[in-house]
């Protein structure tokens, strides 16, 4: 993979394309932490004397124009990290208006342009849309991660147009992760959660071989219980994974820990009636929502003394203050751990160590969803793969 050292970048117009798929409320980005994991690549870009391009979708507008999805807010939130101008363009990225508007573009420019998703093209990988977004730059440079899983135009598309290399986000996040597939020092423990096995499966198989130990939490965790004949009522669960969680517990004996209770609720509601229960003894009509104490008690001793630690996936509903204990609790665990090499990926994983405060302990916080599932499964992922 190309990085930033192996290009010349020097007075050229560098294409950029970065993932600025932050949450918008009332016109204001209320997370801008992938607009600040871009800052290095940027700054550098910039302090080489080029003039920076950046393109980025924005949610999942249907191949058109959509006030709901348009880039503008990010501006703002750029413009105050950087500190200095930030030029966007309205019009789609792919049309010669925006074309037209970068051909005097000078060095030291930042310019920002609209949601790639606005073209019908983007994630078809059309040539024709490549070639136009190609035309805007002497150089690209693949930045978002967390988009580097999809073959579409702005990713490996343009890659296959002009020169091209990594960014220092993508290359920091390919390597960290990396290193859990194949420099992962021993005790390895791999903490799992999340609605379902079968969203998960691949990661799971390809990882076991090479844990010590996979503590499950979350609501796939509830197929692998009446796997074994526990009772779990209306809890979230998997019929047609059964087989595949017997399959996976029988051989790998003594890996793979269960929660031991659960923080039930008598319906799925913020305000439920709750009870803490024997996880494999879940009333009838009630659903496990949370690991329970004694759970959390557990997965931190196990946690302790390990030296490379994998998080992905909340324990239990996140998004209900009162089912969260067990994620946040997990966060404290795996933050406060000494000696140990720990990556954690996932939406609501990497909001609970945020909201921790105790981001700063963990050694990498990744920004790619599906991307880092894809490349602990062991795939090959195109928009690396477009970087060679």
């Not at 208006?97 to 930042?110: F, H, N």
């Not at 799992?192 to 965790?221: C, F, Q, T, W, Y």
């Not at 609970?352 to 795939?379: P, R, V």
Request: charged share 25%; aromatic share 6%; glycine share 12%.
């Amino acid at each position: 993979m190309k990085t930033l050292k192996d290009i010349d970048v020097r007075g050229k117009r560098v294409l950029v394309r970065v993932d600025f798929n932050v949450p918008i409320s009332g016109g204001k980005v209320q997370d801008a932490t992938r607009v600040q994991a871009s800052l290095p690549t940027i700054e550098f870009l910039l302090d080489e004397g080029a003039s920076v391009i950046l393109m980025s979708h924005l949610g999942r507008p249907k191949g058109g124009p959509d006030d709901k999805y348009r880039l503008a807010p990010v501006k703002d939130v750029l413009e105050a990290l950087l500190q200095r101008d930030v030029t966007y363009l309205r019009s789609n990225p792919g049309s010669d208006e925006t074309a037209q508007a970068l051909r005097d573009v000078q060095p030291g420019s930042v310019v920002l342009l609209e949601n790639v998703r606005f073209e019908p093209g983007e994630e078809k990988n059309d040539a024709e849309l490549a070639g136009r977004l190609a035309a805007l730059g002497d150089a690209f440079v693949l930045d978002a991660f967390g988009s580097a899983h999809r073959a579409h135009a702005s990713v490996s598309g343009v890659a296959a147009l002009l020169p091209h290399a990594a960014g220092f986000l993508l290359e920091k996040e390919v390597r960290a992760l990396g290193k859990l597939l194949d420099e992962a020092e021993s005790p390895y423990v791999v903490l799992i959660g999340g609605a379902k096995v079968s969203d998960k499966i691949k990661v799971i198989e390809n990882l076991l071989p090479r844990v010590d130990k996979l503590l499950i939490g979350g609501g796939m965790a509830y197929t692998f219980l009446k796997s074994q004949g526990g009772t779990i009522g209306e809890s979230i669960h998997e019929d047609d994974q059964l087989d595949l969680a017997r399959r996976l517990l029988g051989e790998h004996e003594g890996k793979i820990f269960l929660p031991i209770d659960v923080v039930a609720a008598d319906r799925f509601a913020e305000d439920a009636e709750t009870r803490v229960v024997d996880a494999k003894a879940i009333p009838d009509a009630w659903q496990g929502l949370d690991i329970g104490p004694a759970t959390r008690e557990k997965y931190a001793a196990e946690l302790q003394g390990a030296k490379t630690v994998f998080w992905n996936g909340p324990m239990g509903v996140f998004e209900f203050e009162a089912f969260a204990e067990g994620t946040n609790a997990m966060a404290n665990a795996v933050a406060n751990l000494d000696g140990a090499y720990t990556v954690v990926g996932g939406g609501d994983s990497v909001s609970a160590i945020n909201q921790s405060g105790l981001a700063d302990k963990i050694g990498h916080i990744s920004t790619g969803g599906g991307a880092s599932l894809e490349l602990l499964e062991g795939q090959e992922l195109p928009g690396v793969k477009a970087l060679a």
